[in-house]
C-alpha cells in the first residue's frame, strides 16, 4: 500500500486534502450515478459546480476527472518521497480531524470532499454541459460502430447504410437550424445560425460525395430506422417548442418566449456538433500517420477538423449567449435536452447494422459457451478514492483518544493516542525511504526488452521488504484495540471513483449471461472494511482475496492474518484464481485491473491487464522490464483488424499493458453503452 504525507495536524491535513481535490476531481454524486442535477442558476454559472452536502450514511462516489496518481497523492512533506502502493501507506483518508467520535470523524471525511469537490472551472454552459458528459462520450468513443469505422474494418455496407441514416438527421438538423433562426430575436444569432445551418448544408454535400464514389443514392437507398427517427421527431419537437418537461409557447408568443425556444433548439444540436468533433479528433490521434490510406480517410478527415471544430464552437458560443435570459428551472430543461440528445446519438450508433465481427464490448464473447472471462481488481486507489489502511490506523487512533476522554475506560498496557501517531508517522516515513531505496536496488541499470521472469525476480526482492514491514506493523499495534463495528462504519463512508460500483453492480448482475467471475484481490489489512464498502453500494457477489485483521470479543488485537502481502503474493493468488476456473473445454480471458507496481505481474499475466491511475513508479518499474504502456482505445484499434479476421486478440505475457482515464472507460470497453 501507498505511504503517504507525513502531515502533522488537523489543519495541514483538511488543507492538503482540499488542495488535492481542486487539482483532481469534480465533484460528488451518487454512486452509480453519472452527474448532479441542475439545481439552480447560480449552481450551473457559479465559479464552481457545487456539491450538496452530504449527510451520514449516504452513499457517494468521489467523481475523479483525472485519475489519481502517486505524484499527487503521496508526496511526503518530509522527504519529498513518492511511494508505492505495498505494505502500507497514509493517504488522504488522514484528513480525520482529531474527534473521539469515530462517526463524526467518517462525515467529516466526507464533508471534506464534499465542500472541496467541484465541476473544473469551465467558462460557459456548453463546456460545463459537454464536461459533465464524458461518460456518455466515453461510450460513443468506444461504440462498436464508432470502433470498426475507426479501425478502417467497418464494411462498406455498414458505411453505406449510416451514410443513409446520417443524410436524414441533418436534413433534420437543417430544418431546426431554419425554426431556430426564425425564433431568435437578436441579429447576430439569427447570422449565427444561419452560418451553421450552411456548414451543416455543407455536411450533406460531403455525404453526396460518397454516394456519387459509391453510385447510391442516400435518402432512396433505405427508410430512416427506429433511432433515427427517435432522433429526427425530437430535434423537430424541440424547434417546435414541444418540449417534455417545459412550457409551451401561449397563444400569444413573446420574443422572449422564442428566444427560450431557440436556446432549446440549440441546446438539443449542440452535443452532436461536439461529440462529431471529439470523436475525429480522438481517431486522428491514433491514424494520424496512415489516415492517407484509411477507407473512410475523408469521415475522419471532416470531423476532425479546424472547420467543423469551429463549427462546434460556434454553437456553444451560441448556446452561450442564448442561456443567459433563461432561469433556473429553465435551465434544468436545457441540461436534459443536452444529455437526451446525446443518449439519442449514441443510440442512433448503436442502431447502425454491422456485418462482421467486432471486439467490444469484450464481454458479449462470454455469451457463447466455450467461452468465459475472469475479471480481477485491486482495491485501494483502483476501485477507491481513499485508501483503507490509513482509515484502519485512524480508527484505532481515534477510539484510543475517546478512551483516554472517558471516565469509566482504561488504556491498560495500551499506547496513547499521540504515541499511535508518532509511531505511525514514523513507520510511514521509514517505509518511504527504505521502499524507495528497495526499489531502486531491484532495477536493472538500464531498460531492457520484455523480460517477464527477470522483473519476478526483481519484485520477489521487493516482496521481501513488504513482508517485513507488515510486521513491523503488527509489532508496533497501530492497529489494536479498533471496534469490528467501527471498522463496517468506515466500509459504508468509503469512496469510490465515478463509474466503478456502476460496472460491478451491471456486471454481477448479468453473470450467467456474460459467463464471469468477479474478483477483488488486495493486500487491504481488512476485509471486512472491503465487502462493507461494496455491498452499502449495493455490489453483492464479490470474490474477495485479501488479508483479515484478527478480534477478540470483536476487538482487534493488532495481529493480521496474513494471505496477500506482496507483488509475489498477489501473483500466486491470481494464478490460483485462474486455475480453479480452469476447464480445457473452455477458451478463458483474464483481466486484471489494478493502479501500483504491487500489481504488475498480474497485469502482464492477464489476457488484459488494464493499469488505472497514473503511478509513476508502476511505468518506471515496467519501462526497465520491457513493458509497454498504450492508451486502451489505441490498443483496442490495433486490435480490432485480427479480431474481425477470427485472430486471438489478447495475450498473457505480451509485455503490452492498456492505460485507461477511469472505470467509465473500462465499463465502455467491456460491458459497452448501459444506454
Not at 442516400?218 to 417546435?240: G, H, I, Q, W
Not at 440528445?341 to 471486439?359: D, G, H, M, Y
Request: aromatic share 10%; hydrophobic share 40%; proline share 2%.
Amino acid at each position: 500500500m501507498y505511504c503517504a504525507s507525513l502531515l502533522s495536524d488537523s489543519f495541514s491535513r483538511l488543507k492538503y486534502l482540499r488542495n488535492l481535490i481542486n487539482s483532481e476531481s469534480s465533484g460528488l454524486v451518487r454512486a452509480g450515478s453519472t452527474r448532479k442535477a441542475f439545481s439552480n442558476k447560480k449552481c450551473l454559472f457559479g465559479s464552481k459546480l457545487r456539491a450538496l452536502p452530504l449527510s451520514f450514511g449516504e452513499n457517494f462516489a468521489g467523481v475523479a476527472e483525472k485519475p489519481f496518481g502517486s505524484e499527487r497523492l503521496l508526496v511526503g512533506s518530509k522527504f519529498g518521497v513518492v511511494c508505492e502502493k505495498s505494505a502500507w501507506r497514509r493517504t488522504v483518508s488522514a484528513n480525520l480531524v482529531a474527534s473521539p467520535n469515530i462517526e463524526a470523524n467518517l462525515r467529516c471525511l466526507r464533508c471534506s470532499f464534499s465542500s472541496a469537490m467541484g465541476v473544473a472551472d469551465e467558462t460557459g454552459v456548453a463546456r460545463r454541459l459537454w464536461s459533465m458528459s464524458k461518460r456518455d462520450s466515453t461510450f460513443a468513443l468506444y461504440n462498436p460502430f464508432v470502433v470498426a469505422l475507426s479501425a478502417g474494418t467497418l464494411s462498406t455496407e455498414s458505411f453505406r447504410n449510416y451514410m443513409s441514416q446520417d443524410a436524414y438527421f441533418l436534413k433534420a438538423f437543417v430544418e431546426a437550424y431554419t425554426m431556430a433562426e426564425e425564433c431568435a430575436d437578436d441579429d447576430d444569432d439569427k447570422t449565427a445560425i444561419s452560418e451553421l445551418q450552411k456548414a451543416a448544408k455543407e455536411e450533406l454535400k460531403l455525404h453526396n460525395s460518397f454516394a456519387e464514389a459509391w453510385d447510391i443514392e442516400l435518402v432512396k437507398e433505405c427508410s430512416p430506422n427506429m433511432a433515427t427517427v427517435k432522433y429526427t421527431d425530437f430535434l423537430r419537437a424541440t424547434a417546435a417548442g414541444k418540449v417534455e418537461g417545459g412550457k409551451g409557447p401561449s397563444r400569444s408568443v413573446t420574443p422572449f418566449e422564442k428566444t427560450k425556444i431557440a436556446a432549446y433548439t440549440v441546446g438539443a444540436m449542440t452535443p452532436c456538433m461536439r461529440l462529431y468533433a471529439f470523436l475525429g479528433q480522438e481517431v486522428l490521434k491514433i491514424v494520424n500517420d496512415e489516415c492517407a490510406r484509411h477507407p473512410y480517410r475523408q469521415w475522419i478527415e471532416t470531423y476532425s477538423s479546424a472547420n467543423f471544430e469551429a463549427s462546434a464552437t460556434q454553437i456553444e458560443e451560441l448556446l452561450d449567449k442564448l442561456a443567459i435570459s433563461l432561469t433556473g428551472e429553465e435551465l434544468e430543461v436545457l441540461g436534459r435536452l443536452y444529455e437526451q440528445a446525446l443518449k439519442l446519438e449514441i443510440e442512433f450508433f448503436s442502431a447502425q447494422p454491422l456485418f462482421q465481427r467486432t471486439s467490444v464490448p469484450v464481454l458479449k464473447m462470454g455469451n457463447s459457451a466455450n467461452c468465459r472471462f475472469t475479471v480481477v481488481s485491486d482495491f485501494d486507489l483502483s476501485c477507491t478514492i481513499v485508501d483503507s489502511s490509513a482509515v484502519l490506523v485512524e480508527i484505532a487512533i481515534q477510539t484510543t483518544l475517546k478512551a483516554e476522554q472517558s471516565e469509566t475506560e482504561t488504556l491498560g498496557d495500551r499506547k496513547s493516542a499521540a504515541e499511535l501517531r508518532n509511531t505511525w508517522d514514523t513507520l510511514c516515513s521509514q517505509y518511504a525511504e527504505e521502499y524507495e531505496g528497495c526499489l531502486s536496488k531491484s532495477l536493472p541499470s538500464e531498460e531492457e526488452n520484455f523480460d517477464f521472469e527477470g522483473l519476478c525476480r526483481s519484485l520477489e526482492k521487493l516482496s521481501q521488504y513488504e513482508v517485513e514491514a507488515n510486521s513491523k506493523i503488527v509489532e508496533s499495534t497501530v492497529l489494536q484495540g479498533i471496534n469490528a463495528e467501527d471498522i463496517k462504519k468506515a466500509g459504508e463512508h468509503l469512496l469510490f471513483q465515478e463509474g466503478c460500483t456502476s460496472f460491478f453492480t451491471q456486471v454481477l448482475s448479468k453473470m450467467d449471461d456474460y459467463n464471469v467471475d468477479m474478483h477483488i484481490l488486495s493486500v487491504c489489512w481488512s476485509g471486512d472494511i472491503i465487502r462493507t464498502a461494496f455491498l452499502t453500494n449495493g455490489v453483492n457477489g464479490l470474490h474477495i482475496h485479501s488479508n483479515e485483521l484478527m478480534f477478540a470479543d470483536s476487538i482487534s488485537t493488532g495481529n493480521i492474518d496474513r494471505h496477500v502481502e506482496s507483488p509475489m503474493d498477489k501473483l500466486k493468488t491470481f494464478n490460483n484464481i485462474l486455475a480453479s476456473a480452469h476447464d480445457d473445454s473452455v477458451e478463458y480471458i483474464s483481466i486484471y485491473i489494478g493502479d501500483s507496481v504491487g500489481d504488475l505481474l498480474c497485469l502482464l499475466e492477464a489476457n488484459i491487464g488494464i493499469v488505472i491511475g497514473k503511478s509513476s513508479n508502476l511505468r518506471r518499474v515496467g519501462k526497465h522490464f520491457g513493458v509497454s504502456f498504450v492508451p486502451l482505445f489505441s490498443g483496442l484499434l490495433k486490435k480490432e483488424g485480427a479480431y474481425e479476421k477470427g485472430l486471438n486478440c489478447w495475450t498473457k505475457q505480451s509485455g503490452i499493458l492498456y492505460t485507461v482515464s477511469g472505470w467509465n472507460e473500462i465499463h465502455a470497453f467491456l460491458l459497452g453503452s448501459s444506454i
